[in-house]
């Protein structure tokens, strides 16, 4: 019903940025948020960035003032541009969207793509 396609995620140096992107297709409407979450080895999967369908923006603490979540409205996608980027950033990353479904919201998942920051 809603696929998410990723992309941008590699293998960057300490300091240096990355933009991931986050295209999404199929029953889109009703979504009320996109966003990024991450999973590091050994660590649970954590907020990243979200932005809501009102245009609210949410940050991890961790990210603040290195990473910007935007969106494209017409082209249905989401980026993340992350500057400065540090060695404990290295992780899975994965887009989200949530969309009302009654009686709940539901999340949809993106595929993961790896991102690797090298000292």
């Known amino acids: 019903q809603v696929q998410l396609v990723e992309s941008g995620g590699g293998l960057v140096q300490a300091g240096g940025s990355l933009r991931l992107s986050c295209t999404a297709s199929?029953?889109?409407?009703?979504?009320?948020?996109m966003g990024w979450y991450r999973q590091a080895p050994g660590k649970q999967r954590e907020l990243v960035a979200v932005?809501?369908?009102?245009?609210?923006?949410t940050y991890a603490d961790s990210v603040k003032g290195r990473f910007t979540i935007s969106r494209d409205i017409a082209k249905n996608t989401v980026y993340l541009q992350m500057n400065s980027l540090k060695a404990e950033d290295t992780a899975v990353y994965y887009c989200?969207?949530?969309?009302?479904?009654?009686?709940?919201?539901?999340?949809?998942w993106g595929q993961g793509t790896q991102v690797t920051v090298s000292s």
């Open positions: 932005v809501t369908s009102g245009g609210t923006t």
């Open positions: 199929g029953s889109i409407f009703r979504a009320d948020g």
């Open positions: 989200y969207l949530r969309r009302y479904e009654s009686p709940a919201p539901r999340n949809y």
